[in-house]
């Protein structure tokens, strides 16, 4: 939530979050670190680490939601700055081709719908969290190498992510019936772009790559044009290799940095609603 120093002006801020800044002189890194503090400091963690949200102490509670309300005020709010940067413009002009960013996220999202239920991964009917494991073991580097290749020839920083744990697959694969084949995250990679150019550009490669037939693109989530409801935006999607099948986002460098530290609030969040 540290993408600015300090507040922009052309954002509006409200009364509620305006107490938040004034706290922290107006600085949002800040303000995002007092608020991170105040999380862990008053919500449990289980031995392993993880958020507890069924210790929580009755007389605490109210004080959770109350940081949570704040941090998720301070999550929005910097990711309408950090949106609003890419969007600037000098004279009426665009600087940065935020416009032109989101006609090809929409035209990549026509080619490949978001289609429900998520395609599934080749595996029998009933299969094991073990047999997914297996496939992303023998198929994972083959399929996420030619899109590293791509990622770092647009000139943007390519990041692998970690392997889901057990317990959240299961978790998120109660969303599926039970169906450890529907989970298409297991593999996953992020590709980061200092500009709105050098992202057009991954996407008109990966688009041609399609083509050519050397990746196969399953669906495209364009949160670019349909942000989520705090103002987080991305492009998400699932590539398929032999069966087994990944998943790519690509974002700008700016948003990736309010992420970071707004990727708490949605821990909190997931753990109070599975509590």
């Given amino acids: 939530m540290g993408t600015a120093a300090s507040v922009d002006n052309s954002v509006t801020v409200n009364s509620e ?6 706290m922290s002189d107006g600085n949002l890194a800040k303000a995002a670190n007092n608020l991170n503090r105040d999380i862990n400091r008053i919500i449990p963690k289980t ?18 939601y109350e940081v949570l309300d704040s941090a998720k005020r301070l999550a929005e709010h910097s990711y309408d700055m950090s949106w609003g940067y890419y969007k600037k413009t000098v004279d ?20 490949f719908p978001d289609v429900q239920p998520p395609p599934r991964c080749n595996l ?19 399929l996420l190498k030619p899109l590293e290749i791509i990622i770092q020839e647009a000139g943007g920083e390519y990041k692998r992510g970690p392997r889901k744990k057990e317990g959240r697959i299961k978790e998120k694969m109660k969303e ?31 688009r041609d790559a399609s083509h050519r037939g050397e990746i196969i693109i399953r669906r495209c989530k364009d949160r670019f044009g349909n942000p989520c ?18 998943e790519l986002q690509l974002n700008l460098r700016k948003i990736i940095d309010v992420k970071k ?9 997931r753990v109070l609603k599975n509590e």
Avoid: W
């Fill in 176 to 206: 599926y019936d039970g169906d450890f084949a529907r989970i298409v995250d297991l593999e996953r990679a992020t590709g980061v772009f200092d500009s709105v150019d050098d992202m057009n550009q991954a996407i008109s490669l990966l």
């Fill in 261 to 269: 530290e707004a990727h708490i609030v949605y821990e909190v969040e």
């Fill in 229 to 246: 409801s705090n103002g987080y935006r991305d492009v998400q999607m699932n590539i398929e290799l032999d069966g087994f099948i990944g």
């Fill in 124 to 142: 029998p009917e009933g299969a094991s969290i073990e047999q997914l494991a297996s496939l992303a073991y023998f198929k994972g580097d083959k």
């Fill in 17 to 22: 979050l305006a107490k938040v800044l004034n």
């Fill in 92 to 111: 009426g002009e665009s600087v940065c081709h935020a416009d032109e960013l989101l006609l090809e996220t929409k035209k990549l999202a026509d080619d």
């Fill in 47 to 64: 031995p392993r680490g993880s958020l507890d949200a069924t210790s929580i102490k009755d007389e605490e509670r109210e004080s959770v």
